[in-house]
C-alpha cells in the first residue's frame, strides 16, 4: 500500500511530463512539414 502513494504520483507526473513535451512540440512547430522532408530525400542533389 505504501508503494502505491509513490507509484501513482509518479506515474501521474511522468504522464504530465509527457503531456508538456507534446504539446511543446505543437506549439513549436515541429509537425508543420511533414511531406517536405519527405520529397526531400527523393530529390537528386546537383553538384557544382
Request: zero cysteines; hydrophobic letters at 50%.
Amino acid at each position: 500500500m505504501n508503494l502505491l502513494l509513490i507509484l501513482i504520483p509518479l506515474a501521474l507526473g511522468l504522464g504530465l511530463l509527457g503531456l508538456g513535451a507534446f504539446l511543446w512540440s505543437l506549439k513549436s512547430g515541429q509537425y508543420e512539414d511533414l511531406d517536405g522532408a519527405a520529397e526531400r530525400i527523393l530529390e537528386d542533389e546537383e553538384d557544382d
